[in-house]
């Protein structure tokens, strides 16, 4: 990216704002400690559940003990509704789009390698931001719907739910799985994908995993132990 080769902008961690649309929009930033302003470094973003915010999946889903030196993680904030409750909206497309092109400008950015992963809410906006953005390499949903009827293209793309969920129907999740199926190019053939309760399907365009868990309703609808590591290998992959 044109950030490539600048001295570096940021702290290891930072908070910061910006102005989208006329809104001031708020993300935490987690570059690694071992940034090498000349080595071109993939960027994550972490879409949080309703009620939450980016500290929030920052905390539960702790890629950082993963990928802190290895990708430049971004923990983003979505605005109040009309009842008060930070929630993702079809708009936010924009707020992320304009995080990645002011990464890009700033730090040493892969510029290929888009990711975002996200639960529930963020899960529902990880496959929207994928299906609208051609930013997106590849996106992670646990526990969320599924993207327009229309996409760009194919995207590396890994789904999970749990069959009891309570507050996500796993038909929301399904649906997903069925669109990306034909967007990616996908057939009926799959192979055990680990770690987790998860299946890759053999695809021609991009690749698609499949993860469904089987949990008690009152666990059903929470970020699964072994999601994150599942998540970041795959993104690794790619």
Same mark, same amino acid.
């Given at each position: ?9 940021? +702290? ?13 929009? $708020? ?7 071992? #940034? ?23 905390? #539960? ?14 923990? %983003? ?23 990645? /092109? ?14 975002? #992963? ?23 949903? $646990? ?5 327009? %009827? ?18 996500? /129907?796993?038909?929301?999740?399904? %649906? ?24 890759? #399907?053999?695809?021609?365009?991009? +690749?698609?995993?499949?993860? +469904? ?26």
């Amino acid at each position: 990216s044109e950030g490539c080769g600048e001295p570096n902008a940021f +702290e290891v961690s930072s908070s910061l704002t910006l102005e989208v649309d006329g809104v001031e929009r $708020h993300f935490w930033l987690r570059r690694p400690q071992s #940034y090498d302003r000349d080595f071109p470094f993939p960027i994550v973003i972490a879409l949080h559940g309703a009620g939450d915010n980016g500290d929030a999946i920052r905390q #539960y889903s702790a890629i950082e003990k993963l990928a802190a030196n290895r990708a430049i993680l971004v923990f %983003a904030d979505a605005l109040a509704d009309d009842e008060d409750i930070p929630r993702w909206r079809a708009e936010d497309a924009s707020f992320l789009d304009a995080i990645v /092109d002011e990464l890009a400008s700033s730090l040493c950015v892969d510029e290929r390698r888009v990711f975002a #992963y996200g639960f529930s809410s963020g899960a529902s906006m990880a496959n929207h931001w994928a299906c609208v953005s051609p930013k997106v390499r590849g996106f992670a949903a $646990h526990a969320g719907g599924p993207p327009p %009827a229309s996409c760009l293209g194919p995207r590396e793309s890994w789904l999970g739910h749990d069959r009891a969920d309570p507050v996500v /129907d796993i038909a929301a999740g399904e %649906a997903a799985r069925t669109a990306w199926l034909q967007e990616n190019g996908c057939s009926d053939a799959t192979q055990d994908h680990s770690p987790g309760p998860c299946t890759g #399907y053999t695809c021609s365009d991009a +690749e698609l995993v499949w993860c +469904e868990d089987a949990s008690s309703p009152s666990t059903a609808h929470i970020w699964p132990d072994w999601a994150t590591e599942s998540i970041w290998n795959f993104f690794a992959s790619h």
